[in-house]
Structure formats: structure tokens, C-alpha cells
């Protein structure tokens, strides 16, 4: 197995009768595990942040469907358990699709298969990230040096294998390529500052911490390769939700000409949806913007603009590299 892929930190881990997870919102400083015994608690993780990233929180949200089975024996009941998961976290469609699969497990075998199917999804999930990552290599020049921006976290931490966007650069990193990426802090949760330094210095890849707001004069400035992010939910016309700040970083890319590619599985596609317009966007706690460190940075009495994610329209997207290949349109 890839050396990228024997990780010294296991983001989930099921137990048997509960879900070991990382608790991400303590990284980089402290690296303390919390145990869900139950599917209420892994609801709790999804929506605290402890666990999350799309494909993430889809695998969390299946083994949670195996936990709910342990507790409630009415069919009804856990069905409905089963749908309190899948709406833990609204946009990122990977939720959705693992429970949905969990759901028709259970109606067309019953229990007993639960489990199966959700080790499926963790496995498939790993070799997504690898069918990606190798996609991903088939659009890059042959150079002697890269740099590359990426955007919120979209690694190991995010996935059960080497990751999406993440992946790519991972993969790049162990032909024994020199490449520099410049993570973004991904305000206001800090995914790219918290999590993506600490995956990448974990991996050996030299990373530079950048603000958000300095993406543009960076690519302005100096020579970018490419921009690689993930993505939460694509629809048929391209468009895609992905953290907030991906569409400025899109927009920026397009000005100074600079390929933009989003790394997703296929697990990340609706097509079921026309249009981004249709994305169910999360709005965060202001607290997320007033505070910092737990301390008051701006008055508690203002409004706030707290999007978790916006939508890149799908024109300003490069190419989509799924595990399927290198493609100018979302389809699976
Ligand atoms: O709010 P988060 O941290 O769950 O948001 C994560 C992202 O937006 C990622 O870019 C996306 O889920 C892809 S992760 C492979």
C-alpha cells in the first residue's frame, strides 16, 4: 500500500458499537479521539465540526445508520432516525447518497447488512481518492517545480483515503515531484490553517499559509500552476458548492488565467439538481465571526453573513476530475 496512505492518524474508526473519530476541532495542538456510542452523538459530531468534509461526513453518517440498528428495533423508528443523519448537514450531497444507501439496505435485507454496505462506502471512498489522485496527475504539465492553491481542507482528514483535491498533490509529491502549496486559512473555521498544514506537514509536502484575501495578489504575483479544491454538491450544469471562498479564488483564477479544477467524487454529483441556485447553502453561527479564541472581536449586537459554502458557477471551473476521469461536464 501507498505510504500516503498509512496514516499515523485514523480520522473514523468503527468500533463495533461506536465511531472512534478525530476530533477536529482541537487540530493542530491536541489530538484527542471522542467516542459516538450512539447515532445521536455522531449527529452531534457532524453538526459540531468534529467530523467533517463531504465524503467524511457521508461515511460517518453510514456508520452511524449501523449504530442506530444496535438501538432501535421498530422499523419505522430507525427509518426515521435514518433521515435525522442525512439532514445533520444540508449541502454536501455525499450525506444524502450514503443514507440513502443505508435505507435501501435495510428495506431490501434488513440489518444484517448494514454494516457490509457501510464498510462499501469507506472502501469505495478510498479507492475514489486513488482513481482521482491518478486523473488528477494526467492534466499536469511535466515540470520541474509546481505551486498549487488549495482551499479549506480536503485530505485525509476530509475522506477515508488520501483525499480529493488533496490527493492530487499528495500523489504529485510521491513520483518524487518538488511542488509548494499555498493552503488558504479558510476563514472562519480555519480548515486550511488548522487541518491542511498539519495533513501536508504530516505528508513532507512544503505548504505556505496564506489569509483568504491574499489568493488574488498571489496569483497576480507570482507563477500558480493551479488552483485544486473540492467540492460538497456539483449539478448538472457544473455549478458547485464548496466552502466559502471558492468561488473569489474561481473568480481570481479566471482573471490571471489560471486552470481551476475541482477533484470530487462521484458521490459529490447531483444531477438531480439543474442549477447551483438550488443548493441548499448552510448558514453558520454568527458566533463563528464575532468570536475568536472564545473572545468577543467584534460587537455581540451586530448582524453577520455566515455562509458555510458558495456556489462556483460551473463556467469558471477548468475541468472536474472524478474517479471517472478528466471531464468539462458533471456527469457520472
Ligand atoms: O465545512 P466543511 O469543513 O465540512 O467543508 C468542507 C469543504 O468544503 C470541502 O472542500 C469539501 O467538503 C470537499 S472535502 C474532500
Not at 491536541?30 to 467516542?35: A, F, L, P, T, W
Not at 467530523?51 to 461515511?59: F, H, L, S, T, V
Not at 444540508?90 to 428495506?107: C, D, G, H, Q, S
Request: proline letters at 4%.
Amino acid at each position: 500500500m501507498s505510504t500516503l496512505l498509512q496514516l499515523n492518524f485514523k480520522p473514523l474508526e468503527y468500533t463495533g458499537n461506536s465511531l472512534r473519530l478525530l476530533d477536529q476541532r482541537l487540530l493542530p495542538t491536541q489530538e484527542v479521539y471522542v467516542e459516538c456510542k450512539s447515532a445521536d452523538s455522531v449527529i452531534e459530531a457532524i453538526q459540531l465540526m468534529i467530523i467533517r468534509g463531504a465524503p467524511m461526513i457521508g461515511i460517518a453518517g453510514a456508520w452511524a445508520c449501523c449504530l442506530a440498528s444496535q438501538e432501535i428495533k421498530d422499523l419505522s423508528k430507525l427509518l426515521e432516525k435514518f433521515e435525522q443523519i442525512k439532514a445533520a448537514r444540508p449541502t454536501a450531497v455525499n450525506l444524502m447518497k450514503a443514507i440513502e444507501r443505508m435505507k435501501n439496505t435495510l428495506e431490501s435485507n434488513g440489518i444484517s447488512l448494514l454494516e457490509a454496505e457501510a464498510q462499501k462506502i469507506t472502501d469505495e471512498d478510498v479507492q475514489m481518492c486513488l482513481s482521482m489522485a491518478s486523473h488528477g496527475l494526467t492534466i499536469l504539465p511535466n515540470k520541474a517545480e509546481y505551486s498549487f492553491i488549495t482551499h479549506c481542507n480536503t485530505g485525509s482528514l476530509a475522506t477515508a483515503g488520501l483525499g480529493t483535491a488533496l490527493g492530487v498533490l499528495k500523489l504529485l509529491h510521491q513520483q518524487n515531484k518538488k511542488l509548494r502549496v499555498y493552503a488558504t486559512e479558510t476563514r472562519p473555521y480555519l480548515q486550511g490553517a488548522r487541518l491542511t498544514t498539519w495533513e501536508l506537514n504530516k505528508c513532507g509536502i512544503p505548504v505556505t499559509l496564506m489569509p483568504d484575501s491574499a489568493a488574488a495578489f498571489l496569483m497576480k504575483t507570482q507563477k500558480i500552476d493551479a488552483v485544486f479544491v473540492g467540492a460538497d454538491r456539483i449539478v448538472a450544469n457544473g455549478d458547485t458548492a464548496n466552502k466559502i471562498g471558492t468561488y473569489a479564488l474561481a473568480l481570481a483564477a479566471r482573471a490571471n488565467q489560471i486552470p481551476f479544477y475541482v477533484v470530487a467524487p462521484s458521490t459529490s454529483i447531483d444531477l438531480s439538481l439543474e442549477s447551483g441556485k438550488q443548493i441548499e447553502i448552510e448558514q453558520r453561527a454568527k458566533q463563528e465571526l464575532i468570536e475568536f479564541n472564545g473572545k468577543l472581536i467584534a460587537p455581540e449586537s451586530i448582524d453577520c453573513f455566515n455562509p458555510g459554502f458558495d456556489i462556483t458557477p460551473g463556467e469558471l471551473i477548468t475541468a472536474f476530475i472524478t474517479e471517472h476521469g478528466v471531464k468539462t461536464k458533471p456527469n457520472l
